[in-house]
Structure formats: structure tokens, C-alpha cells
């Protein structure tokens, strides 16, 4: 591979784009293949077994042929309402998993850049800030602040959009008053229960880490069952 | 779904390389049967052999970076590795649990 296309890969990375590295085995010549332009010329005659390798986010040989083709995928969207103490634990786990993470909270003393640093974090209430956010079904939610003033907001907005994730922070005490909420909006008993509340694996841990390691431990297993 | 579970190889690749070290990239290229680590799993190894990132559980790393040394020292741009099943031998490489992989080795240039 050339040094010019290992920097054109890590750049792509960086712009979360999705592309495909394709290679040659026979002589280690790569390309960089995006679905919206042209494919190298050495590589056009595989152009429909490489874009079928796109659609189905798979790496591998072409059957009968020395071409490598390894797919990469845009992270998914993880949303966090609530700049908390277990924001900060996901937030590490997020890093290494490759979630793409955004923090909303409103409360400017909670949301700062020092308490997350490279994290892109909208100081405003859950309403204004999905206008800011490309969300689809492919996006999580995590509400955290377990203040309903903060968290509904974000949870309806979540159902609303089909998230395949949406959990909630708080007893189940907590969670059956928010439940109850929910009804009275008119959200029906499959959207209620679709809300992982309360959120999370069963560890058995109460601190802050332990938290959002069965928090995160939910969000992969989920990720895998969609 | 799948996520990127991106390991960041690529991005360590291009901080060795931009600190002048000879890089070799390792990347699963097949699998068969029941292999510890999938399609497109890599390792970069330079020079010195130290590495980055992997292709099996810590099976077959060992032969791995000695290839990409001697790939390094007989400037080679690529070569392709197969690993099978080891037999009950001590130390032999090969993978312990019964797959083989093929592993595609080639420098940076």
C-alpha cells in the first residue's frame, strides 16, 4: 500500500465517511473506493462484487480473483442526555467500542469541555439540540439525568424516531412513574416497552463505572440483535 | 447491525511511518473453519518487531512479525501467509483451535 493512501484513509476515517480499501493481492496495489465516485480503473471490471461487499458491510476475497476488499462503515450515533459522572465512564468505553458520541444537557456546569474534552457536546435542552443532530434508526439514546424535565423531551423524541436504542436511567420506581408519563402523552404500551428502564445488564455494581460498563454491555448486546 | 469496531491500526500505521520507521501491515485476508479473529483483522509490525493490533489470539503473532522483519530486510513489497491447525507438538505455530487463516503481509511504500 502506498504511504499517499494510508493518509487518504486515516483522513476518511476522520470525516466518518464510509468507503472501501480495495487491493490487488497479486502486486499489493490498493484503492480507496467511495460509492458516490468512480472506481479506479484498475479495479472497474470488479465494480458489482465490490459494491456487493459494501451493501453487505462484509470484507474478503472475491471469489476466483486476488482482490481484497475491506468495507468501512460509518460508527453509530450514540446519544447521551445528562452530562454525568457515568457520561464520563461511556464516554471511555464509547472510545474504544467506536460509537460516535453526542452529549446533551442543558445545564451549562454539567456539559463543559473540561469535564469532556474532543466530545461534541450541545449545551441546550433535548428539543433544540436534535435539530442539530442527524438522527435515523440506526441511532441510540441514553437518558441519563432521570429529571423528567431533561429526559422525556429526549425519549419521545426517540420513539418518535425509531431508535433502535433508547434506555433510561433510574429505579424502577422511577421508571414506572416515567412509564405512566409516557401514557398520558398517548405513547402506546409497545413504545413504553420498547424504553430499556431501568437501564442496563444486571451486574450488581453501583458505581459510576459499573454503571456504564452494564449500560454499554446492553447497548453492544442490542447492537448485534438489530 | 454491525458497528466499526475500528481498532485504529491504520491510523498507528501513519504515525510510524511519519516517524520514519519501516512498517510492514498484516491483515487477515481468508478465514476457514473456526478462526480466532475475523476478515480483516490487523497488525503492523516495523523494523525493531515491535507490534501493534492482531491477526489471531497470539497464535501465530510470533511468525508474523519475524516474516515482516525479513520482508523489511530483503525489501520485498508483499507476501501471503497461510496458517493451519497445530499438531500436539510444543511450540509449533499454527492455531490451536482448528481454523487457518491467511494473512496478507505488505510494506508501506
Known amino acids: ?226 | 447491525m454491525r458497528n466499526s469496531f475500528d481498532e485504529k491500526i491504520l491510523d498507528e500505521a501513519n504515525d510510524w511511518i511519519n516517524a520514519n520507521q519501516k512498517v510492514v501491515l498484516a491483515t487477515v485476508i481468508q478465514t476457514w473453519g473456526s478462526s480466532p479473529r475475523p476478515t480483516g483483522s490487523r497488525m503492523i509490525i516495523n523494523e525493531k518487531g515491535d507490534f501493534s493490533g492482531s491477526v489471531s489470539g497470539g497464535c501465530v503473532e510470533s511468525a508474523v512479525v519475524r516474516e515482516a522483519q525479513e520482508l523489511i530486510n530483503d525489501n520485498k513489497p508483499f507476501k501471503k501467509l497461510e496458517f493451519k491447525v497445530s499438531n500436539e507438538s510444543a511450540w509449533e505455530i499454527g492455531l490451536a483451535c482448528g481454523g487457518e487463516i491467511a494473512v496478507y503481509l505488505e510494506q508501506f511504500n
Request: hydrophobic content about 40%; aromatic content about 10%.
Open chain 1, 1 to 226: 500500500m502506498k504511504h499517499s493512501i494510508l493518509k487518504k484513509i486515516v483522513d476518511l476515517k476522520k470525516q466518518k465517511k464510509e468507503f472501501a480499501i480495495v487491493t490487488d493481492l497479486k502486486n499489493s496495489n490498493s484503492t480507496v473506493y467511495k460509492l458516490d465516485e468512480d472506481l479506479d480503473e484498475d479495479f472497474i471490471q470488479y465494480k458489482d462484487q465490490i459494491d456487493s461487499f459494501f451493501k453487505s458491510k462484509n470484507n474478503g476475497v472475491i471469489d476466483g480473483t486476488d482482490i481484497f476488499v475491506e468495507t468501512y462503515i460509518r460508527p453509530i450515533k450514540v446519544v447521551i442526555v445528562g452530562a454525568v459522572h457515568i457520561a464520563q465512564y461511556l464516554v471511555d468505553f464509547a472510545k474504544s467500542l467506536n460509537f460516535e458520541i453526542t452529549i446533551i444537557d442543558p445545564r451549562g456546569y454539567f456539559a463543559s469541555e473540561k469535564r469532556f474534552p474532543g466530545i461534541n457536546i450541545l449545551n441546550k435542552w433535548p428539543d433544540e439540540a436534535f435539530n442539530e443532530i442527524e438522527t435515523n434508526s440506526n441511532t441510540a439514546l441514553i437518558a441519563l439525568t432521570h429529571d423528567p424535565k431533561i429526559d422525556d423531551p429526549a425519549l419521545k423524541y426517540a420513539i418518535d424516531k425509531n431508535f433502535y436504542y433508547i434506555g433510561a436511567l433510574g429505579s424502577k420506581k422511577t421508571h414506572a412513574n416515567r412509564c405512566e408519563r409516557l401514557k398520558e402523552a398517548g405513547y402506546s404500551e409497545n413504545q413504553i416497552n420498547s424504553i430499556f428502564g431501568p437501564i442496563g445488564i444486571k451486574l450488581g455494581g453501583k458505581s459510576a463505572p459499573e454503571i456504564a460498563l452494564s449500560i454499554i454491555a446492553q447497548l453492544v448486546s442490542e447492537t448485534y440483535k438489530k
